[in-house]
């Protein structure tokens, strides 16, 4: 079970490296309410009576963009903390209380913002709510829990390090965005996470954590009615007060060509090329998911992995993704291949870049990724906990409620000179960063 | 849905004794064709789309030692066409109609699957029947493909120092089960795999009688079988395979292994024998698995991760889906800075202490809730649904399904003291520790 579980979780990786910039599902299919109550909280529910169970997912405003860089990690701190003991419960009583249902809630800090989940069975929806609501409002911050969690992340920093990807991963996102809070990892370094103090964390739980700047998606066996009572019950208390805007490091300015090579006792290269891309906002959003999924989005269909995979034998993953943040993401293409073909791997793959930003796609290509993209949809959206996540990134990312009809029609109308321009304007075959980690002698790369 | 909402009165009536009456999950129903292919199928409406499974009884349990790896390649080989649709066909016909397509191979069994919209689903009937009979396998794309998986090797296992142990670790607790070997087969077999090794096994295993197919979501049961009869219903069963017979011997004494990797850490695994389902001890070992591992409010993390602070990670699990019988492991990485050997004690200071003191009523009421919630919060998936039925027929029939739940249902404080005393001894374990070196170059 355990391997046999590994392919499987990477299959849905690869899908998820392009399901990110794919936000786009048929809304109306959901019959969705959305509302903003008195305290400023922003409220979107479907209701889903076929199971007696309840998704719930909040977005906080919170992340990375909002934490000073020498305090790199606050946001990802603030997260892991929520569940470890509030005003009135301890930590093992959280746990406790919620595994005993059988249910489960989770927090974690990304990129753009902070996710907070709660999984329940209908008939335990009030326990749950209540917890859910209680780590969000009222986590105490203990100093003790505060330093066991402290290096338990610094440990998991650590032991990251053993895998290549983490290693490229991260030295990629430092190349391209400097200084920029996307440039380093969302759990900080060993030293930030070490400046962080119990103050920060209160500070930067009261600042950000309130209701005018958090949004609650629940999906599942609710009505409204039920909703309203369990919010009003357990998040009445809650109080929208003034925000601030931080100044985030701007991005780097021009691209110039960087290579990064990390030298490793592995026998496989990790390869990722890239630079920075578009942001969730940019109108070519659309061309370039069609473009995107023809160079390497789009699984076994994609030229990259026809080329490197198929007719190469050359690696068993090679893919490409552009991540659309709020703000400038990256777009990367990234392979395994054996240290001894890194240089043609790394060859081809600039090679189809380059393709791709000089001639137009064929008539073939374009059809097939556009069917994939609009008939897709639906069954990205085939569980309740995917369509609660759905609801609140839609929301977060200001896409409408509309957004689902108006999305066959914006994917339909890319064109191939479209695919074209897209390429020439967000791909770059020379100012690129590569990063290897590799057994460097035996990867003698060229560039 | 009238069934549903009498079915949700009753849930606010009972509270923990027994969560969920049986008849919450979906009507189940079964087919077999003359050629013997069984067909499961289970409806549900909420969402315009279905799945299609394919399950053949074949995977690493069923190779010949030097030849290890053949399920797994076979698998990739049948993504190569037939003379009908070309080499890739497959995928890209899928992702054309919307769908995604994968497969996966395990110690028992090999499953293909596609998720699409429901109107759609009789192409993974025409695809999955004509590649079940037709695969051409071109011997140049045997080799390419062999290189492929080469790669997926160094990635999942020769780069990754824990994957590495665990596959040191299956391999000397099984010296003559083919459970010794992994899935993905040992590198040096993987190259000496030819055309026609391969060739044969697709023969012999993927036979309508060797197979199931277990089709759920927005489907009309009798539109598809009469679909799946029309397409599957001639292709020949063949004899000829071999049942596997081999049974490992008992354990007489602890076994040890030791690997030295570049790693950052170093990682302990614990491997006890144990039986599969359905086993009579397997239902109390489940719960002893939850019981040990099953959230921050386990025995593993709240004594190894949260007090004592010598791991990083810790997890028990319980291995009972499986053809024979496999292993109940534990797995924990040290903090930075901890003696590997610290945490190899507090690990059997756990085990003795749940083989000494019964634990709580509440704690196996606990581990009880997270088993039956999971299964129900798992109808939220039509893949998931069709998934657990497909794996219960593999290891018998779906039906076992229910059994296993009532099983659950029974288990006392008592049976899981009993249990773990039975099989997580000295006698019966195989200890690996991942001893990290540092970059010699």
């Given at each position: 079970m355990k391997n046999s579980k590994f392919r499987k979780i990477l299959f849905f990786l690869l899908i998820f490296n392009f399901a990110f910039l794919i936000l786009h599902f048929p809304l109306y299919a959901l019959d969705v309410q959305k509302r903003v109550l008195n305290n400023g909280l922003t409220v979107l529910h479907s209701e889903k009576h076929n199971i007696p169970i309840i998704m719930v997912t909040m977005i906080v405003k919170a992340s990375p963009l909002n934490e000073p860089q020498e305090k790199a990690g606050l946001s990802n701190l603030v997260a892991e903390l929520l569940d470890e003991g509030t005003k009135t419960k301890k930590s093992s009583d959280i746990s406790e209380e919620i595994e005993f249902i059988g249910a489960s809630i989770g927090a974690s800090a990304g990129s753009d913002y902070t996710t907070i989940t709660l999984s329940v069975l209908k008939k335990d929806v009030q326990k749950g709510f209540e917890l859910f609501s209680d780590i969000i409002q009222n986590p105490a911050f203990l100093q003790e829990e505060l330093e066991r969690k402290r290096e338990l992340i610094k440990g998991s920093l650590?032991?990251?390090?053993?895998?290549?990807?983490?290693?490229?991963?991260?030295?990629?996102?430092?190349?391209?965005?400097?200084?920029?809070?996307?440039?380093?990892?969302?759990?900080?370094?060993?030293?930030?996470?070490?400046?962080?103090?119990?103050?920060?964390?209160?500070?930067?739980?009261?600042?950000?954590?309130?209701?005018?700047?958090?949004?609650?998606?629940?999906?599942?066996?609710?009505?409204?009615?039920?909703?309203?009572?369990?919010?009003?019950?357990?998040?009445?208390?809650?109080?929208?007060?003034?925000?601030?805007?931080?100044?985030?490091?701007?991005?780097?300015?021009?691209?110039?060509?960087?290579?990064?090579?990390?030298?490793?006792?592995?026998?496989?290269?990790?390869?990722?090329?890239?630079?920075?891309?578009?942001?969730?906002?940019?109108?070519?959003?659309?061309?370039?998911?069609?473009?995107?999924?023809?160079?390497?989005?789009?699984?076994?269909?994609?030229?990259?992995?026809?080329?490197?995979?198929?007719?190469?034998?050359?690696?068993?993953?090679?893919?490409?993704?552009?991540?659309?943040?709020?703000?400038?993401?990256?777009?990367?293409?990234?392979?395994?291949?054996?240290?001894?073909?890194?240089?043609?791997?790394?060859?081809?793959?600039?090679?189809?870049?380059?393709?791709?930003?000089?001639?137009?796609?064929?008539?073939?290509?374009?059809?097939?990724?556009?069917?994939?993209?609009?008939?897709?949809?639906?069954?990205?959206?085939?569980?309740?906990?995917?369509?609660?996540?759905?609801?609140?990134?839609?929301?977060?990312?200001?896409?409408?409620?509309?957004?689902?009809?108006?999305?066959?029609?914006?994917?339909?109308?890319?064109?191939?000179?479209?695919?074209?321009?897209?390429?020439?304007?967000?791909?770059?075959?020379?100012?690129?960063?590569?990063i290897s980690v590799a057994n460097q002698k035996k990867a003698e790369l060229r560039y | 849905m009238l069934l549903l909402t009498t079915m949700k009165k009753i849930l606010s009536i009972i509270f923990f004794i027994i969560l969920i009456p049986v008849s919450l999950y979906a009507e189940v129903k079964e087919y077999t064709l003359k050629n013997g292919l069984k067909v499961i199928v289970v409806e549900d409406h909420k969402a315009p789309l279905a799945t299609f499974q394919i399950w053949y009884r074949v995977g690493s349990r069923n190779e010949l030692a030097g030849k290890s790896g053949m399920s797994h390649l076979l698998e990739h080989m049948m993504f190569k066409g037939t003379p009908k649709y070309g080499s890739k066909a497959f995928s890209k016909i899928v992702q054309k109609n919307g769908g995604i397509d994968n497969a996966f191979t395990t110690k028992d069994y090999t499953m293909y699957y596609q998720s699409l919209a429901s109107d759609r689903i009789n192409l993974s009937i025409e695809l999955e029947a004509d590649r079940m009979n037709n695969l051409i396998m071109d011997p140049k794309e045997v080799i390419a493909e062999r290189s492929v998986v080469m790669e997926e090797r160094r990635m999942r296992y020769e780069d990754d120092p824990q994957t590495s142990l665990y596959e040191e670790v299956v391999a000397t607790a099984f010296k003559s089960h083919p459970y010794h070997w992994p899935v993905i087969g040992w590198m040096s077999d993987l190259s000496s795999i030819e055309r026609d090794d391969l060739y044969s096994h697709y023969r012999a295993y993927y036979s309508p009688d060797n197979a199931v197919i277990v089709v759920s979501g927005d489907i009309a049961a009798d539109e598809i079988i009469k679909k799946i009869k029309a397409l599957f219903e001639n292709i020949p069963p063949v004899s000829g395979r071999k049942n596997v017979l081999s049974k490992e011997a008992e354990q007489q004494g602890e076994k040890r292994v030791a690997l030295k990797k570049?790693?950052?850490?170093?990682?302990?695994?614990?491997?006890?024998?144990?039986?599969?389902?359905?086993?009579?001890?397997?239902?109390?070992?489940?719960?002893?698995?939850?019981?040990?591992?099953?959230?921050?409010?386990?025995?593993?993390?709240?004594?190894?991760?949260?007090?004592?602070?010598?791991?990083?990670?810790?997890?028990?699990?319980?291995?009972?889906?499986?053809?024979?019988?496999?292993?109940?492991?534990?797995?924990?990485?040290?903090?930075?800075?901890?003696?590997?050997?610290?945490?190899?004690?507090?690990?059997?200071?756990?085990i003795d202490r749940i083989k000494n003191e019964l634990p709580l009523e509440k704690e196996v009421q606990k581990a009880k809730n997270q088993i039956e919630a999971s299964f129900i919060m798992g109808l939220d998936s039509i893949y998931f649904q069709a998934e657990i039925l497909g794996m219960f027929e593999m290891i018998g029939d779906w039906k076992m399904k229910e059994q296993y739940l009532e099983g659950i249902r029974k288990v006392m404080p008592d049976d899981v003291s009993r249990v773990a005393k039975k099989y997580l001894n000295e006698e019966n374990r195989t200890i690996g520790i991942l001893i990290p070196m540092k970059n010699s170059k």
């Open positions: 650590k032991h990251r390090e053993e895998e290549p990807s983490f290693l490229a991963g991260r030295a990629f996102h430092k190349e391209v965005f400097g200084e920029h809070p996307y440039g380093r990892l969302v759990e900080g370094t060993p030293e930030t996470i070490s400046s962080i103090t119990r103050e920060d964390l209160v500070e930067f739980h009261s600042r950000y954590f309130i209701p005018n700047n958090a949004i609650l998606s629940v999906v599942g066996d609710l009505t409204g009615a039920e909703l309203d009572l369990l919010i009003k019950r357990y998040m009445g208390d809650w109080k929208s007060t003034g925000m601030t805007e931080k100044q985030i490091n701007p991005m780097p300015g021009e691209k110039t060509r960087k290579v990064v090579k990390i030298d490793k006792d592995v026998t496989q290269a990790t390869i990722i090329i890239g630079h920075m891309g578009i942001s969730r906002d940019n109108p070519d959003y659309y061309a370039v998911s069609v473009m995107n999924y023809i160079l390497g989005g789009g699984g076994f269909s994609s030229r990259l992995m026809q080329k490197i995979r198929d007719d190469m034998g050359l690696a068993y993953d090679v893919h490409s993704f552009f991540t659309p943040n709020k703000e400038k993401g990256v777009f990367q293409a990234g392979v395994q291949t054996k240290n001894e073909s890194a240089n043609t791997v790394i060859e081809e793959i600039l090679k189809q870049i380059e393709r791709i930003r000089k001639e137009e796609v064929s008539d073939e290509e374009i059809s097939s990724a556009k069917s994939y993209l609009t008939g897709s949809f639906p069954r990205r959206l085939d569980t309740n906990r995917k369509i609660a996540d759905f609801l609140a990134s839609v929301e977060f990312y200001n896409l409408g409620l509309d957004y689902a009809e108006k999305y066959p029609l914006y994917i339909n109308s890319v064109t191939k000179a479209d695919v074209l321009r897209v390429a020439r304007k967000y791909l770059d075959p020379e100012n690129f960063v590569l | 570049e790693a950052e850490l170093p990682y302990i695994i614990a491997a006890y024998h144990t039986p599969s389902f359905p086993s009579e001890d397997s239902y109390a070992l489940e719960v002893l698995g939850m019981i040990l591992s099953g959230g921050k409010s386990s025995r593993l993390y709240k004594s190894l991760v949260y007090e004592k602070k010598l791991a990083l990670y810790a997890y028990a699990d319980y291995n009972g889906f499986n053809k024979d019988p496999y292993l109940f492991l534990f797995g924990a990485t040290s903090s930075p800075g901890r003696d590997v050997k610290d945490l190899e004690n507090a690990l059997y200071g756990e």
